[in-house]
């Protein structure tokens, strides 16, 4: 992809990220257009099928896409579950369980010096069949306004923190900017480290302790087919989101939901 395809998507996800909003700032994320991976706008559509080769990953041979993702893979009743901030010895291990139950499967968006405090927590994750994501390293979130070399360590820093407590063979599939801070660069960075852009699209609000009636609402307010919702398992107390979950996974089973990872 060339500099000024780039920076062509880039505008794309200019237009996105100003409706950005996230761990910490409270508002809906929404995919410009039709939130279809890929479909964001015709020029989104047609900037992000390089076949350059400059999305290569070194050592891979399967390019990532640049664009933010915003949906599952499948059609139909699906969803995908993605949980932020973590992982939390305290948290992350109830949400396992939780999931678990419902035979759901979920994917992790780590901050890097957590997933090293808490090298079991990213086993636990992968051994239950979940996914992880990079979440940076100092989650900052106006890392975009960073120089390349500090978004690069960001993004290949906190991935190789989460590789190292995950182990031989942990795999690290999408970068989600703290507080959907991505950037024409940041996201550029993520790509050149095999890590495809995550977005949301439900966003349930858990980390600021609504109550639980409200993070329901919120989740219902947005929830359709092929939602990506947006919560916490790390970044403190997050007794309120277990409670929502104890109630959403159940009401999502019994209305023929089920449970998938984002397109990567
Ligand atoms: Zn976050």
């Known amino acids: 992809m060339s500099r000024m395809r780039i920076a062509l998507a880039g505008a794309v996800a200019a237009a996105v ?36 080769g400059d999305n290569v990953p070194p050592g891979g041979t399967k390019p ?3 664009l933010i993702e915003y949906t599952t893979g499948s059609r139909g009743r699906v969803v995908a ?3 932020d901030d973590g992982p939390s010895p305290v948290w992350t291990p109830r949400i396992l369980a939780l999931l678990a ?5 979920a994917t992790f968006c780590e ?27 100092s989650h900052n979130e106006a890392m975009s306004k960073w120089s390349e070399q500090r978004q690069t360590y960001e993004i290949a820093g906190a991935k190789k923190m989460i590789e190292d407590a995950g182990g031989a063979g942990t795999q690290v599939d ?7 801070d991505f950037s024409p660069l940041n996201r550029h960075i993520s790509v050149q480290n095999g890590l495809r852009p995550l977005g949301w699209t439900v966003d349930s609000q858990d980390w600021m302790r609504p109550g639980v009636p409200k993070i329901l609402s919120n989740i219902h307010k947005e929830l359709v087919p092929g939602a990506i919702i947006l919560m916490h398992d790390g970044g403190g107390d ?23 990872f984002p397109v990567k």
Not at 26 to 31: D, E, I, L, P
Not at 101 to 105: I, N, P
Not at 238 to 260: C, D, H, I, N, W
Request: aromatic share 6%; charged share 10%.
């Open 17 to 52: 990220a100003a409706t950005l909003a996230g761990c910490g700032s409270g508002t809906a994320v929404r995919a410009a257009g039709s939130g279809a991976s890929g479909s964001a706008s015709p020029s989104a559509s047609a900037t992000g099928k390089s076949t350059s």
């Open 64 to 66: 990532v896409n640049p």
């Open 81 to 83: 579950l993605t949980f």
């Open 101 to 105: 139950q419902y035979h759901a499967h």
């Open 111 to 137: 901050i890097g010096p957590n997933a090293k405090a808490a090298p079991a927590m990213v086993k636990a994750i992968e051994a239950a069949g979940d996914r992880l994501c990079d979440h940076s390293v």
């Open 174 to 180: 999408w970068f989600r900017a703290p507080g959907g």
């Open 238 to 260: 997050r007794s309120q989101t277990m409670a929502a979950l104890q109630q959403l996974l159940p009401e999502l089973v019994s209305k023929g939901y089920s449970f998938e």
